[in-house]
């Protein structure tokens, strides 16, 4: 596996449901981060890890718990969701610890939320 | 803070034409600005970045931006557009020093018609 690989691709759950989505990054990076990407909104900066230590939370429910065991694996624990959390979910990493601003962000595919 | 505002949703060309997206900027320091383009089903890939050195970017698959502070605009061009270019384009912004977040436009989506 190479660059940002996300599971499960597609998830459909029930607002009673709890699942998680996983993130792995292959590239060496020290920040990792999730997105939320709704249609027509501009992408959504929900969490960023750095070197495993959460330093930005941007007012996201408690209903999404980030988690992050070390700099490589990134989980979004999910539960107790609402339909207008549908959306795709992004997860990227950065090389740079600092997270300075020229930093490039490297996105995964992506996980397609559906929730009913 | 910075913003950033990228005008319609949709933009449609022949092959062949020439690529041109808008953006502008809101940005209280000299930012740094950036465009990603996202496939369909796929995640977002860089296509090109300005950071304070040349105002003239080229990035790849031959797409290039320019910076114009007097504008506050990075537009994207190419000038013959192909039937793989149609995506959708992100541009973003941030600014310099530690902790600096990336902010996104709403998107536009670039059809091609052959």
């Known amino acids: 596996e190479t660059g940002v690989t996300q599971t499960p691709r597609h998830l459909v759950m029930g607002m009673t449901n709890k699942k998680s989505l996983k993130c792995e990054q292959h590239?060496?990076?020290?920040?990792m981060y999730w997105y939320k990407q709704s249609a027509k909104k501009p992408l959504e900066l929900m969490f960023v890890y750095n070197f495993k230590e959460q330093t930005e939370n941007n007012s996201v429910p408690s209903r999404f718990s980030p988690e992050c065991p070390n700099s490589s694996h990134l989980f979004l624990h999910l539960h107790t969701l609402q339909p207008e959390d549908s959306a795709l979910y992004l997860c990227?990493?950065?090389?740079?610890?600092?997270?300075?601003?020229?930093?490039?962000?490297?996105f995964g595919p992506g996980t397609r939320l559906l929730v009913l | 803070a910075q913003s950033v505002t990228q005008l319609g949703s949709h933009v449609s060309v022949s092959e062949g034409a020439l690529v041109l997206l808008r953006c502008n900027y809101s940005?209280?320091?000299?930012?740094?600005l950036f465009w990603y383009v996202q496939y369909p089903n796929q995640g977002l890939q860089l296509l090109l970045k300005y950071t304070s050195a040349a105002t003239l970017v080229k990035g790849i698959n031959g797409f290039e931006a320019e910076f114009k502070k007097s504008e506050t605009s990075f537009h994207l061009t190419k000038p013959s557009a192909h039937m793989s270019d149609a995506a959708e384009y992100f541009c973003a912004v941030s600014l310099p020093g530690a902790n600096s977040k990336l902010t996104f436009g709403k998107g536009i989506t670039l059809s091609v018609r052959p």
């Open positions: 990227a990493s950065s090389q740079d610890g600092l997270l300075a601003g020229e930093e490039t962000q490297y």
């Open positions: 590239l060496g990076h020290n920040a």
């Open positions: 940005s209280s320091v000299p930012p740094y």
